[in-house]
């Protein structure tokens, strides 16, 4: 008996996955250059708490005469002023070599474009990884001045663990300007159905100028909503971070295209990223993090 087989077209147009783009870039302290080096050392003045100033009595036997060795004591001790030093290395280098088969590519009716092959990788692979390393840093208690908890984050106690941590970074003396709150969608979800929120949003959030990925501000921090899988400590709630206290430098960003490489018919796809991210030792108190306990503390 013959067999009939029934034709099957493919469309050209490639359908690609959901991607986020990076929710980390444009929100970090750009005043340190990695350029030509793979380290970087901040230094930093240290400063000394001030005594009572102290005013000798005249000696009576030559009035108005003060002895060399006691006049700078009116000023209490003498310090040398010292300083620290902080040494950031970049120790994130990630790679991936991929090949496109011409003949493969010739039968699929190009689909595979070299270009866009590249984009979806980067938007794929390498942006998701960047970010959640990046708030992997942020976020460890041990690299922040502020931890709190909150067990079981709800909409009626969100806004106060949030406020919280406005209200701890102002005690510090770190300004709310170019902060944001880093926070995983589920806690977030719960944060648009609180009423202190919504007050505080409405009717200005709908009209208002926000950066890209800001959807909201409270006490003036801005609100970033990521992906749960972004935290990759799934004891975190959400994360605060003053942008000029923190760095997500990138020192190569390699995308190279081979046509025709020794050993494969077609083209040879090659990405190469070297970056880190650092938090200011000397301003970890521009930084908190909110805790479902106190496992990680």
């Known amino acids: 008996m013959g ?39 901040v230094w930093t003045i240290n400063t000394y708490d001030p005594t009572d100033y102290n005013k000798p009595a005249n000696d009576s036997a030559s009035p108005g005469l003060i002895s060399a060795g006691t006049a700078h004591a009116r000023y209490g001790n003498t310090y040398e002023v010292t300083d620290t030093i902080q040494t950031m290395t970049l120790t994130q ?30 938007r794929e692979k390498f942006i998701p990884m960047f970010d959640k390393y990046c708030l ?7 690299n922040v001045g502020t931890v709190t908890e909150l067990a079981t984050p709800s909409k009626s106690n969100i806004v106060d663990a949030i406020s919280a941590h406005v209200t701890a970074l102002r005690n510090k003396l770190a300004t ?14 719960m944060l648009l159905m609180a009423p202190e929120f919504i007050n505080y ?7 208002q100028h926000l950066e890209k990925g800001v959807m909201g501000k409270l006490r003036g921090l ?45 083209a040879l796809l090659e990405i190469r990223w070297l970056y880190d991210a650092f938090v200011l030792n000397t301003r970890k108190d521009g930084l908190a993090v909110c805790l479902k306990n106190d496992a990680s503390v």
Not at 240 to 261: E, F, N, Q, R, Y
Request: charged letters at 20%; a negative charge.
């Open 222 to 266: 801005n609100i970033v909503p990521v992906p749960d899988s972004y935290f990759t400590d799934t004891n975190i709630n959400f994360v605060t971070v003053k942008s000029d206290c923190v760095l997500a430098p990138t020192k190569i960003k390699d995308m190279k295209v081979h046509s025709d490489p020794v050993g494969i018919s077609g």
């Open 93 to 122: 280098d990630k790679a991936v070599s991929l090949s496109v088969d011409k003949g493969n590519n010739t039968e699929q009716m190009l689909i595979k474009n070299s270009g866009k092959v590249m984009q979806l990788e980067l």
């Open 3 to 41: 067999t009939i087989n029934l034709a099957t077209k493919y469309s050209s147009r490639v359908v690609d996955k959901f991607y986020l783009d990076s929710v980390v870039l444009g929100k970090t302290s750009k005043a340190y250059d990695w350029d030509g080096v793979n380290s970087v050392k």
């Open 136 to 142: 992997s840093v942020w976020g460890n208690p041990a």
């Open 201 to 207: 949003n409405n009717p200005a959030f709908a009209t």
């Open 176 to 189: 709310i300007d170019g902060c944001y709150c880093f926070i995983g969608e589920t806690e977030y979800a």
